[in-house]
């Protein structure tokens, strides 16, 4: 649910939708209390104004920290799983290939070749 529809049904004081995530359970009741507060006059207009616009920063805030746990989550799964082809690939052929492929795999570097260099491991 986007962030105009959770503020719309806080706005209506509807109960809180189903299946929202945790940060979004906590922007609605956060948004339906300080309209409460507004519509009964314990706050100003400038006031509600003025919280509203913080609640609403924090909580882009927190969407942009999931969105980068997500994808730093993929990103090392992906990791791992590269790793573990190459390790595997090693620990088959025990080759000076599968050693380089494996520590390019992990460092994300290239080995240059030496010349003339036919020594193995």
Same mark, same amino acid.
């Given at each position: 649910?986007?962030?105009?529809?959770?503020?719309? $049904?806080?706005?209506?004081? @509807? #109960?809180?939708?189903?299946? *929202?995530?945790?940060?979004?359970?906590? /922007? =609605?009741?956060?948004?339906?209390?300080?309209?409460?507060?507004?519509?009964?006059?314990?706050?100003?207009?400038?006031?509600?104004?003025?919280?509203?616009?913080?609640?609403?920063?924090?909580?882009? $805030?927190?969407?942009?920290? @999931? #969105?980068?746990?997500?994808? *730093?989550?993929?990103?090392?799964?992906? /990791? =791992?799983?590269?790793?573990?082809?190459?390790?595997?690939?090693?620990?088959?052929?025990?080759?000076?290939?599968?050693?380089?492929?494996?520590?390019?795999?992990?460092?994300?570097?290239?080995?240059?070749?030496?010349?003339?260099?036919? #020594?193995?491991?």
């Amino acid at each position: 649910m986007d962030i105009r529809e959770i503020e719309q $049904k806080a706005y209506l004081g @509807e #109960k809180m939708p189903d299946l *929202l995530t945790l940060h979004e359970q906590v /922007f =609605f009741i956060l948004l339906r209390g300080l309209y409460m507060q507004l519509h009964n006059d314990y706050i100003d207009r400038e006031q509600a104004a003025a919280e509203k616009k913080k609640i609403v920063a924090q909580y882009k $805030k927190q969407l942009r920290r @999931e #969105k980068f746990n997500s994808n *730093l989550a993929k990103l090392q799964a992906n /990791f =791992f799983r590269e790793v573990e082809a190459a390790a595997s690939r090693y620990a088959k052929t025990r080759s000076r290939e599968a050693a380089d492929e494996l520590y390019q795999t992990i460092y994300k570097v290239q080995i240059k070749s030496h010349k003339g260099c036919d #020594k193995t491991w």
